[in-house]
């Protein structure tokens, strides 16, 4: 048995996805701007079936999302998260877990300035890994079983440090995996 296996553990694979223009319609799609509160979410069906598939398959979803304009004062913590929930809603809730950073390097706080989970750091990858160990007992989440689905650069830097094979949002929703 390799170093650090247990019989008792259950490895199981994730889908990463991130939101805006993944998930949900953003800035670059017919929504024209950012997610500011669950009125802006819009879900596109064909994310939902992919979420359902995954899941299907015995996977884990979970949501990583930057959410800067908390930092910016453009959008209040609180519509950020009641977002987060229409959206959950639309999917179904088949997210097990959504984790989003709500820094911004532009933010005049420094406090809201620095961090370590904003994309296309893998901090946010690891929040919700750590979030899913807690809360399903027994799962492993090895990174070769991982799937990172997004629609900007950051989000494929985030994939590659956090050593996530990575599909763009609209091969993805078109069927290229």
Not at 51 to 68: H, I, L, P
Request: aromatic share 8%; glycine share 12%.
């Amino acid at each position: 048995m390799p170093i650090g296996s247990s019989t008792d553990e259950r490895r199981v694979a994730v889908l990463y996805l991130d939101l805006d223009g993944t998930v949900r319609e953003g800035k670059d799609d017919a929504l024209g701007r950012f997610v500011n509160g669950p009125k802006d979410v819009r879900v596109f069906p064909e994310a939902v079936e992919l979420m359902r598939r995954w899941k299907d398959a015995g996977g884990r979803v979970v949501g990583v999302s930057n959410q800067g304009g908390i930092a910016l004062g453009l959008v209040k913590y609180g519509e950020v998260v009641a977002a987060m929930v229409e959206t959950q809603r639309q999917c179904e809730g088949l997210f097990d877990r959504i984790s989003f950073c709500q820094h911004h390097p532009d933010s005049p706080d420094p406090e809201m300035a620095r961090c370590w989970c904003r994309k296309p750091s893998a901090g946010a990858v690891v929040e919700a890994v750590h979030g899913l160990a807690q809360r399903f007992d027994g799962e492993i989440y090895p990174p070769h079983l991982g799937l990172f689905v997004g629609d900007r650069p950051e989000d494929e830097q985030c994939a590659k440090a956090a050593m996530l094979d990575f599909v763009w949002a609209a091969d993805w929703r078109g069927g290229a995996r």
